[in-house]
Each structure stands twice: as structure tokens, then as C-alpha cells.
């Protein structure tokens, strides 16, 4: 490895470690991106052999002639990757067009739609949800008269939770099909009753993985997000043998090859007459890059390892050059809404956990969303003591 382009290297912040660790193996690491090179981070900066700003990261044309000129100056590419999702198709056609090593157009465009998924899972032997791609309002009851309420339509292609609607009856979907989505393409699944878990890993060029973690959603992200309620989630201690099980199961049937992964599951909190036995792993969703946020740190503090230079070593090594400690944590993560009354304030929450937590961040717009405005990360040895700290957290005036 000895020339790799890392596209949009500023954003989000936290991303600056991959690179940074990138070049402590020796790599070139070629930077894309549309902001000024005077506003990027010192530490950034000294990371990136040289940047190249564009001012629209959207343009290809733009996008084009800055690989082009890293080519011309440098040689042969190595590797190119963004380890964001909104940057996934446009980073494939790079390597396409510049004969770059890594996943191609080809091989993403089936697995990019929720509904391109489903066979994957069928081959991996791990239940997915019955669904139907929305055309007309007879079309999707028929669907419903099949699998019945509540179902779940989102977009078949996308990342998270915006437009993502639970309907309960027939006033509620005639209410869905009447909006105008601009022509984008949905998808209704039946709804699952179950409890989200995912399944993070570092893959290697043979599909073997370096490092397995995961973390448990246990209120539902649609619900969060619509509703603007108060956020959290948990990168679990360690993650049970049936989710392992599923989750390289579907590293196989997805071929998955050289990336970080976050795959998401349900596990059913009941028993489900199509999906199986309470407690079966359902997929839920496949996405070919880091879970978001500030996870890859969360997973730093669970797991008592560094996940930038683990991929940095599978990028560069094809292994992990440091196993990290044994010793393995719960992180928490918590958002709180400025919108919501909590009975306790920062100071409070400071001087109760100053010893559990471990950053304290406001969010950006573009993250606070889905995330929450404030902040909280905390890891904690007890189960226990980590949902207490969510309960005094999230607690509001009555």
C-alpha cells in the first residue's frame, strides 16, 4: 500500500483519525474535499501527503480531475474510500473509471437498495421482513391485507431514519400515498416486533473478520427521530454468539471484502408466525461503512482498542498489528434535545458522572436531527449502572 485517497477527510471530524493513521503506516494518503486546506485541522494536515480542494464534492467532473491528477503525480492508486454512505456509489465509480481495488458499481448496485438486500439475507439463512416496492394505494392493500398492521415504509434507497413512516390503518396509508415524494422509490415492509442490535466489524481482502463489536438500539430510531425524542444506544460488552453467527453469515453472502461494515438486525421480541420464535436474528439492514457519529469511538471505549488504526492495519496489513486489552466495557450514548425539560441539569449530570463520562459534545445540525443537540458518551463495567446513568439523564419534568 503506498498511495490511498481519502475523500471528504474533514468531515465528519472524527474521520481526520483514519487518515492520521493511515499515514503512521507509511501510506500517501491523498486528500479530496471541498473545504479550504487552511481550515482543516493541524493535526490533518500534517496527516495528508497532499490535498486537493474541489467546490462541489457532487460535481464528478470535479471529483474526476482531482483523482486524475493524484494519478498523474503519484502513480498507481492504491486504494480510494470515504467510509461515508451518502459518498458510497459516487466513491464505487472512482475506482471503476481509474481501475482502483475495491468495491465497484457492479457489485454495490444490487446490494444498495433495501430491497436488492432481501436475497443476500435469503442466502445467508437469516429471515427478513415481507415487502412490497410502493406503486399505488390498491397495490399496497393487497400487501397489507397479507401481512397486516402496522407496516413500515421508508425509501429503498438510504440511510437512517428521515422519511421513514409506521402506518396503522387505512387512513394512514391513503394520508402516505397522498404526499409527494418527488418520485423517489419506497419500500413497505411488515412490521417487525423486535429490538435493534448490529453487527460491526473490520473485514479482511478474504472476507475474514478482524474485529466483531456491535451495539443495541433498544428504542426504535424512527420513533426517536419523528418524534424528537431524547436518543441513546449501547455498544454492547460483548455481542451474543447467534448475532456473530448471522452477521458472518452475511459478510459471505454480501462478499464482502477489504471495508468496515454496520450491519443491522432485529431480535424478535415475540413470537412471529413468518419470522420465527422470540428471539430469532432478523436482518434489518446492510450498510457498507462505520456505524455513525461518534460510534467508531464508542467502540474504542468498549472494546479498549483503536478502530481507526484497525482499519488503517486491514487497509495497509491485511491484519491487526495490536489486539488492544482484553478488558471490555458498555459506551452509552446519549442525546439530549434543547426542545425537551429535563429535570436535571449539565452541571448535575457532570458532577454525578465525571468519572464515567468520556466526551461531551454539542452536535451540528446535521447530526443533532437524529442524534440529539447535546452530547453524552460514558462507559461503565455494570449493565446496571449504565441504565441508571440513561434514566437520570433522559428524566423530564413532569
Request: hydrophobic fraction near 35%.
Given at each position: ?7 471528504s ?28 486546506y487552511?481550515?482543516?485541522d ?5 496527516a ?10 457532487e ?123 418527488g ?6 415492509e ?6 435493534i ?6 473485514i ?12 443495541n ?6 420513533e ?44 424478535l ?5 413468518y ?12 450498510n ?93 463495567s ?12 433522559i428524566?423530564?419534568?413532569?
Amino acid at each position: 500500500m503506498k498511495n490511498f485517497i481519502f475523500v471528504s477527510p474533514h468531515f465528519p471530524v472524527n474521520y481526520r483519525n483514519f487518515c492520521i493513521k493511515l499515514h503512521e503506516n507509511g501510506v500517501n494518503v491523498l486528500g479530496i474535499g471541498d473545504a479550504p486546506y487552511d481550515s482543516l485541522d493541524y493535526m490533518l494536515q500534517g496527516a495528508l501527503t497532499e490535498y486537493y480542494r474541489v467546490n462541489n464534492m457532487e460535481n464528478y467532473d470535479e471529483m474526476y480531475r482531482a483523482v486524475a491528477f493524484f494519478c498523474f503525480k503519484y502513480g498507481k492508486i492504491d486504494g480510494l474510500e470515504s467510509n461515508n454512505e451518502y459518498w458510497l456509489e459516487q466513491d464505487a465509480r472512482l475506482r471503476l473509471d481509474f481501475n482502483i481495488p475495491g468495491l465497484k458499481p457492479e457489485t454495490l448496485a444490487p446490494i444498495k437498495s433495501k430491497s436488492g438486500m432481501k436475497k443476500y439475507y435469503a442466502q445467508a439463512g437469516v429471515p427478513s421482513a415481507r415487502y412490497h416496492l410502493v406503486t399505488d394505494l390498491a397495490q399496497s392493500l393487497a400487501f397489507i391485507e397479507k401481512v397486516g398492521y402496522p407496516v413500515i415504509a421508508k425509501p429503498n434507497n438510504g440511510v437512517g431514519a428521515v422519511d421513514t413512516f409506521k402506518i396503522n390503518s387505512d387512513e394512514e396509508l391513503k394520508a402516505f400515498h397522498d404526499q409527494d415524494f418527488g418520485g423517489e422509490q419506497f419500500i413497505m415492509e411488515e412490521f417487525v416486533p423486535g429490538e435493534i442490535f448490529s453487527y460491526d466489524a473490520i473485514i479482511g481482502s478474504n472476507g475474514q473478520p478482524l474485529l466483531e463489536t456491535g451495539n443495541n438500539t433498544p428504542r426504535s430510531i424512527m420513533e426517536i427521530v419523528n418524534n424528537q425524542e431524547s436518543c441513546f444506544f449501547f455498544i454492547e460488552k460483548q455481542i451474543k454468539d447467534d448475532l456473530r453467527e448471522a452477521g458472518r453469515r452475511c459478510v459471505d453472502a454480501f462478499g464482502i471484502r477489504s471495508r468496515f461494515i454496520h450491519f443491522e438486525f432485529f431480535r424478535l421480541l415475540e413470537d412471529h408466525a413468518y419470522l420465527g420464535k422470540k428471539g430469532t436474528i432478523v436482518s434489518l439492514e446492510a450498510n457498507l461503512r462505520p456505524s455513525g457519529g461518534f460510534t467508531p469511538d464508542m467502540i474504542n471505549y468498549a472494546n479498549s482498542t483503536d478502530v481507526y488504526k484497525d482499519w488503517a492495519d486491514m487497509i495497509t496489513y491485511d491484519r491487526l498489528c495490536s489486539k488492544g486489552s482484553a478488558e471490555k466495557f458498555y459506551c452509552v450514548s446519549v442525546g439530549l434535545r434543547d426542545s425537551r425539560h429535563y429535570v436535571h441539569t449539565q452541571e448535575e449530570i457532570l458532577q454525578k458522572y465525571a468519572d464515567k463520562i468520556v466526551l461531551r459534545q454539542r452536535l451540528p445540525e446535521v447530526l443533532a436531527h437524529g442524534m440529539g443537540d447535546s452530547l453524552y458518551l460514558a462507559k461503565f463495567s455494570d449493565k446496571k449502572e449504565m441504565d441508571k446513568f440513561i434514566r437520570f439523564l433522559i428524566q423530564e419534568v413532569a
